[in-house]
Nanobody, 121 residues
Framework: QEPLAESGGGSVQPGGSLRLSCAAS????????MGWFRQRPGKEREGLAF???????QYAASVRGRFAISKDYATNTLTLQMNELASYDSAMYYC???????????????WGQGTQVTVSA
């Protein structure tokens, strides 16, 4: 299987937007659940947004209404549109895939290498 590979991170001012992409050709058209996580310095990795194969989504309270997860079948990518970014959103962001959403983040999860997002004035 092709590994997951994130891109699109960078620096942005508070209130700005970024769009993360994850090359996911081995997973995008399967029944796998896919999602985005982040890890801030000194903190545990946290799940942000999950997208099940039936199209249903789940969002963490901290990003609901600001972030949106979607699949782009034309480019075989998983995307995360992030709006109204704040300093606490600064973190390493990872995409992930697992057979079921209940196991996304567990030991059997496939991970990308991460992309850094920094929000500062």
């Amino acid at each position: 299987q092709e590994p997951l590979a994130e891109s699109g991170g960078g620096s942005v001012q508070p209130g700005g937007s970024l769009r993360l992409s994850c090359a996911a050709s081995s997973y995008i058209r399967t029944t796998y659940c896919m999602g985005w996580f982040r890890q801030r310095p000194g903190k545990e990795r946290e799940g942000l947004a999950f997208l099940a194969s039936d199209g249903s989504t789940q969002y963490a309270a901290s990003v609901r209404g600001r972030f949106a997860i979607s699949k782009d079948y034309a480019t075989n990518t998983l995307t995360l549109q992030m709006n109204e970014l704040a300093s606490y959103d600064s973190a390493m962001y990872y995409c992930a895939a697992a057979r079921e959403c209940v196991t996304l983040g567990a030991a059997s999860t496939a991970w990308g290498q991460g992309t850094q997002v920094t929000v500062s004035a």
